[in-house]
């Protein structure tokens, strides 16, 4: 009996080993705003910077998803723990409080645009966006106008997502490679629509690590709501992805 509790013990002990050893992709991390806002999706300053300040010090080294995808082509070593740092939807709060906070600890994002809200009350304006752009941000779509995708018809579809990148592509002079969808939803239609506009990846809401090893059409991602139990909560939630992700390169 003993014996058969100290197998099962070291059982136990070795599975635990390999679920929490690195492996299985990046975490990319999905924010909204960063703001005292009282809603789900804005997260406070201040843990903001716990956060960070956390990643900073356990050796984590956020990198663009181009640079992830880099490395698919061989363009590059990945650093022995990268994050990626996202934003949704382009809110002024990610350039006035976030992009500083993250300067502070060597840490850089990628914001994911509503091309069609640029310039809007609480909206980053065009300016503000290529002055991040400048300090080191990369800049993504978000679709035009922050429509469902799968509850449109495909034309529609194709047509959110191939307006969002030429606006943003020409007012702030560069490729927009990588989308978020927008609530986290889409279908079949849109990868074939994304894939047709000259998209290279793009991120869901599916929890867990992204990897380009798979479908780059649909990247997991860890999301970081506003915490109910501070930064205890924000490393279960990294825990929560590795486990995924290693669970995930059994299958």
Not at 4 to 25: A, D, F, H, R
Not at 117 to 137: D, I, P, S
Not at 199 to 217: H, I, K, Q
């Amino acid at each position: 009996m003993i014996r058969s509790l100290q197998i099962i013990g070291v059982l136990i002990l070795i599975v635990s080993l390999w679920l929490l050893t690195p492996g299985g992709g990046v975490p990319i991390l999905a924010y909204h705003q960063v703001s005292s806002l009282p809603e789900i999706y804005s997260v406070d300053a201040n843990e903001f910077d716990q956060q960070m300040q956390y990643l900073a010090e356990h050796g984590y080294t956020a990198i663009s998803l181009g640079e992830l995808f880099a490395t698919k082509q061989g363009g590059g070593k990945l650093p022995s723990r990268p994050v990626v740092i996202t934003f949704d939807d382009g809110y002024e709060d990610n350039y006035l409080t976030a992009l500083p906070i993250m300067e502070k600890y060597g840490m850089k994002g990628t914001v994911f645009v509503i091309a069609g809200q640029v310039g809007q009350t609480e909206y980053m304006t065009w300016e503000q966006l290529k002055a991040m752009q400048q300090r080191g941000t990369e800049i993504g779509s978000h679709t035009y106008s922050h429509v469902a995708l799968n509850e449109i018809s495909p034309p529609e579809q194709l047509a959110e997502l191939v307006r969002s990148k030429q606006v943003l592509e020409t007012n702030l002079g560069q490729r927009v490679e990588f989308l978020a969808y927008p609530y986290g939803q889409y279908d079949s239609a849109t990868i074939a629509a994304m894939q047709q506009a000259g998209y290279t990846g793009a991120c869901t809401g599916r929890p867990g690590l992204g990897t380009t090893s798979g479908d780059v059409y649909q990247l997991n991602r860890v999301n970081i709501p506003r915490p109910k139990y501070g930064l205890g909560e924000f490393r279960l939630r990294l825990l929560r992805a590795q486990i995924y992700g290693k669970l995930a390169s059994l299958w």
